[in-house]
């Protein structure tokens, strides 16, 4: 089905062309149209535009009103104060435009890309053989939630999880597994996740005694490094059991979160080890780069340290070794000329924003980024706990992840089994792991991703407020409606009037492809969390105010169950591409 036109597409089109008509000289003018307290929607272009043309404001938008055709779309259009114009839709209009997004099934009308591009998305960067902790929370939920939203909008979209899988630390790992061969061998075939880590932990916590009390095994430790940088078979195969052991924790972390993680996606350090001494040989020759007291570096005019001196990015040290800008520049270089990107989008903490702001200046420099190719970083802030400080444990230790989604999920339970009728024992659980799960999330998303924001298991399993739960119960409500209404099915009837709740909630709904277009053009997911939140709020008003089963006519509750069921479709179509679930009960 093609694309729905909005309302607010339709009414701006018409106030366009009059604007054109009674201004020719304007052009193409916008009559910054909104959605209004004082009618449906208020247009305030005109004043702009009659002080530019040294026009009366007033006479103006009256000669925009007397070209504007009403009865079809727009029920009527008035001049207000100094030259507002205050608009009104037909009731009809309302429920034939929210009909044909009903049809359009799945997407509700929201259009696909007909140019799309391909988009990269570093997110989700868990380092091997360490514990995931509530600092990798937000990289991996906002970068999912984009990843949905973009394959959405028909975005070709390839997923990249640049884990931390190279580095001096594993010639120590590599070195306590080869001195203790059996610190990694499974009692059974398959070891869960917990094991996984716990397994790691054990051995990592104890190279590291050594490491730091062992001088002999300090020095062997540090050349197993160089036998790993140069590709030793036995080393590599030994390194690769920590990546392995690590990927098991990792999907059993990610399975928590309800986030698919391919194995195709994972594409480390290490995977651009190759490409190293090329990268760096490109940005000598093209004089991007220069050497500076036996480094390689990158200098910019206008990044100075405290001393005042400029602050370099170094691609290769003093001592011949590459540190995270070789890499990151190797990964640009790769996703840019063999995935053919044309966007690369970073999900990285805030507190990394002047290495990536480096990092591109010197991929454009270099040629690899320009005005077709461009990258971003969608910087995020801090998770921190109630006292407003960054989440600690009571001991100052870093809150480990898995803990924290444990708990959450048990206290979903709770508020299930409070609320639970029917549900088995099992379906609580099932339910509870959505609620608590989802609560965590849309806490996250609900906030602009570069503001920090309070972790309050309390209010994020609320059944009131700005929460998922929130959400996730009028979604559930609906579904009850829809059962009861038995053999009567939801259908729009554009014949009938509209009560002020059903106008409110229809021309929200008649938002949700705007919406989506903002949102990902933005990469703002918060933006549509804050939708979903409003529409749920509008919901719960028409509940309250306008009987639906017990309306007063057949069609009444016909078209009542019809604005129930967009609701729902677009609640669940909104929660899911935050990686939100809607169960059917609560």
Request: charged fraction near 25%.
């Amino acid at each position: 089905m093609a694309s729905v036109t909005s309302l607010t597409a339709s009414v701006h089109q018409r106030l366009a062309d009059a604007l054109s008509a009674a201004l020719p000289e304007a052009g193409s003018a916008d009559p910054l149209l909104r959605r209004s307290d004082r009618a449906d929607f208020q247009a305030n272009g005109i004043l702009a535009l009659a002080k530019k043309a040294k026009a009366n404001p007033r006479e103006l938008a009256t000669q925009v009103v007397e070209r504007i055709t009403t009865g079809e779309v727009i029920k009527e259009i008035e001049v207000s104060g100094p030259g507002f114009l205050n608009i009104t839709i037909t009731d009809r209009a309302i429920t034939e435009n929210l009909a044909e997004r009903y049809a359009d099934g799945e997407r509700l009308g929201v259009p696909l890309a007909e140019h799309p591009g391909t988009t990269v998305i570093d997110y989700a960067q868990p380092n091997v053989a360490k514990e995931m902790h509530v600092g990798h929370l937000r990289s991996a939920v906002i970068g999912d939630a984009v990843v949905q939203i973009l394959e959405f909008t028909g975005e070709n979209v390839v997923r990249r999880h640049h884990i931390g899988d190279w580095g001096t630390q594993f010639g120590m790992l590599i070195q306590y597994l080869i001195e203790h061969p059996h610190e990694l061998d499974h009692k059974h075939a398959r070891v869960s996740g917990e094991e996984a880590m716990s397994n790691l932990s054990r051995l990592y916590k104890a190279a590291r005694a050594i490491f730091d009390s062992d001088e002999e095994f300090k020095t062997r430790a540090r050349r197993r490094v160089v036998d790993l940088q140069a590709g030793d078979p036995e080393t590599i195969a030994l390194w690769q059991l920590f990546v392995d052991e690590s990927k098991i924790y990792f999907n059993s972390v990610f399975d928590k979160l309800d986030m698919e993680i391919q194995d195709a996606d994972i594409v480390g350090e290490s995977g651009y080890n190759d490409m190293l001494e090329e990268t760096c040989r490109l940005l000598e020759e093209s004089g991007v780069a220069v050497h500076s007291d036996g480094a390689l570096c990158v200098f910019f005019d206008d990044i100075k340290g405290p001393d005042g001196n400029p602050v370099p990015l170094i691609v290769r040290k003093s001592d011949g070794g590459y540190g995270y800008a070789a890499t990151d520049l190797s990964a640009i270089r790769d996703r840019v000329f063999n995935l053919k990107a044309s966007t690369l989008l970073y999900v990285v903490d805030v507190r990394q924003s002047l290495h990536f702001r480096m990092v591109f200046e010197t991929a454009r420099r270099a040629g690899w980024l320009n005005d077709d190719v461009t990258a971003h970083q969608l910087a995020f802030g801090t998770v921190l706990g109630k006292d407003g400080k960054p989440f600690k444990t009571r001991e100052g230790e870093t809150v480990r992840l898995v803990d924290l989604l444990d708990e959450a999920i048990d206290r979903a339970c709770a508020v299930v089994r409070e609320k639970a009728q029917d549900l088995s024992e099992e379906e609580i659980a099932e339910r509870g792991a959505q609620v608590g799960i989802g609560a965590v999330k849309y806490a996250d998303l609900s906030t602009s991703a570069n503001r920090d924001y309070k972790f309050d298991l309390d209010q994020m399993v609320s059944l009131n407020g700005d929460t998922s739960v929130y959400l996730q119960y009028a979604y559930a409500r609906i579904q009850s409606i829809l059962r009861k209404a038995g053999e009567v099915r939801p259908a729009a009837h554009p014949e009938l009037e509209l009560a002020s709740a059903e106008r409110e909630l229809g021309l929200h709904l008649d938002r949700f492809a705007e919406t989506i277009a903002e949102v990902a053009t933005e990469y703002a997911p918060h933006k549509l969390a804050a939708y979903l939140y409003q529409l749920a709020s509008l919901y719960t008003t028409f509940y309250a105010e306008c009987p639906v089963l017990k309306a007063d006519t057949p069609a009444q509750i016909e078209n009542r169950l019809f604005l129930c069921d967009l609701t729902a479709h677009t609640l669940h179509r909104g929660m899911a591409l935050l990686g939100i679930r809607t169960p059917e009960r609560l």
